[in-house]
């Protein structure tokens, strides 16, 4: 009994790690923005360059949402998630509310799961 809890103890991390941990990311994050900001008008980037680092911040966040809709632990995550997905954009091209958007996703999605479409 004793050697499962002395493995569990192990296992999961100390509290103080965990805040030094969220700290030490903190402060990275900030780094990496504040270099970027004082660092603006000491880069004398091509213009086409500055043209396309809105476009690709776009890409990326559009790349980010495809592969979190799509896929689950490495594959296809269903049919269900997308469906709802869909769901969403629809209604938020309709400029419904955030709120009614996203309980509108999520409702269709686990309805569809609920009904046993994956």
């Not at 660092?39 to 476009?55: A, E, F, Y």
Request: charged letters at 10%; proline letters at 5%.
């Amino acid at each position: 009994m004793t050697g499962l809890s002395a493995t569990a103890d192990t296992a999961s991390p100390q509290p103080v790690v965990l805040v030094a941990v969220i700290l030490a990311l903190a402060v990275g994050t900030y780094a990496f923005r504040l270099v970027g900001v004082l660092l603006q008008d000491r880069l004398d980037l091509p213009g086409w360059l500055r043209q396309l680092l809105p476009v690709a911040a776009a890409a990326l966040l559009a790349a980010l949402a495809a592969t979190a809709t799509l896929t689950e632990g490495g594959a296809f995550a269903g049919v269900a998630r997308p469906v709802g997905v869909l769901v969403g954009l629809g209604l938020a091209w309709f400029r419904a509310q955030f709120v009614l958007v996203v309980v509108a996703a999520a409702a269709t999605t686990a309805l569809l799961r609920l009904a046993g479409v994956p």
